[in-house]
């Protein structure tokens, strides 16, 4: 079966330093690797996707994955945190069906001044 | 472009109530159509998929029905509501692909039993 773990539920920055927020991913085939982000009330809203083109992918607000399938990891990094990028993070595999996709518990982002 | 749509926004409900949720999608045919359920500390939860009209697939037994009267409409329901049902439903849809095809999502409803 497919799934992933997200090793922090929390993860505390200052403004300005790097964001890591760290995966890993259990998959019986070459999996498709998602990241989506979601602000308290909000729907979630898509970071990044890897499908195996290349393995570091770039998102949306700076973000970036590397996918590493010696360490079945998918961490998700930024340079610099800034204040609007504290939200929920959820990292996704796509399930063994066609259509679903199994979600991580998600890891809570605060950027303090 | 694409955009999803969900209503209500916020719904306070009594338990033994009905439910009807609606989610629409613009600028697409023929999507895949998702139900999750997020409920708090636990994640998402794939509750229905359809991949056509009148097409569902239930992927959790419980006490919710969803139904999908026109390509682009999908509605949750439910006869009576428990109070485990309270949570926040996020519709999504996707191009209708194989394993693996991003799905886009709703600004969601939350939902509460008392």
């Known amino acids: 079966a497919q799934s992933v773990t997200q090793l922090d539920s929390h993860v505390s920055v200052s403004e300005g330093t790097p964001v890591l927020l760290r995966c890993n991913y259990s998959s019986s085939y070459s999996p498709s690797l998602f990241w989506y982000v979601q602000h308290p009330n909000k729907g979630l809203q898509l970071l990044l996707k890897?499908?195996?083109?290349?393995?570091l992918v770039k998102g949306i607000n700076g973000f970036e994955a590397e996918f590493k399938k010696s360490e079945t990891s998918f961490h998700l990094t930024k340079p610099s945190a800034h204040m609007s990028d504290a939200a929920e993070y959820f990292c996704?595999?796509?399930?063994?069906?066609?259509?679903?996709?199994?979600f991580g518990k998600g890891t809570s982002l605060l950027v303090t001044p | 472009s694409q955009t999803i749509h969900q209503w209500p926004a916020t719904l306070v409900q009594p338990v033994g109530s009905p439910l009807s949720l609606e989610c629409t999608v613009e600028?697409?045919?023929?999507?895949?159509l998702y139900w999750y359920r997020q409920a708090a500390g636990r994640g998402l939860q794939l509750l229905f998929y359809s991949v056509g009209i009148g097409q569902i697939s239930s992927e959790v037994p419980q006490n919710l029905s969803a139904s999908r009267p026109q390509d682009r409409q999908f509605i949750l329901s439910s006869k009576k509501l428990l109070l485990s049902d309270s949570g926040f439903y996020l519709c999504?849809?996707?191009?209708?692909?194989?394993?693996?095809?991003?799905?886009?999502f709703g600004p969601g409803t939350r939902l509460l039993v008392l």
């Open positions: 890897y499908t195996s083109a290349a393995t």
């Open positions: 996704v595999v796509s399930g063994n069906s066609g259509y679903a996709l199994n």
């Open positions: 999504a849809w996707s191009t209708s692909g194989g394993r693996g095809e991003t799905q886009y």
């Open positions: 600028g697409t045919s023929n999507p895949n």
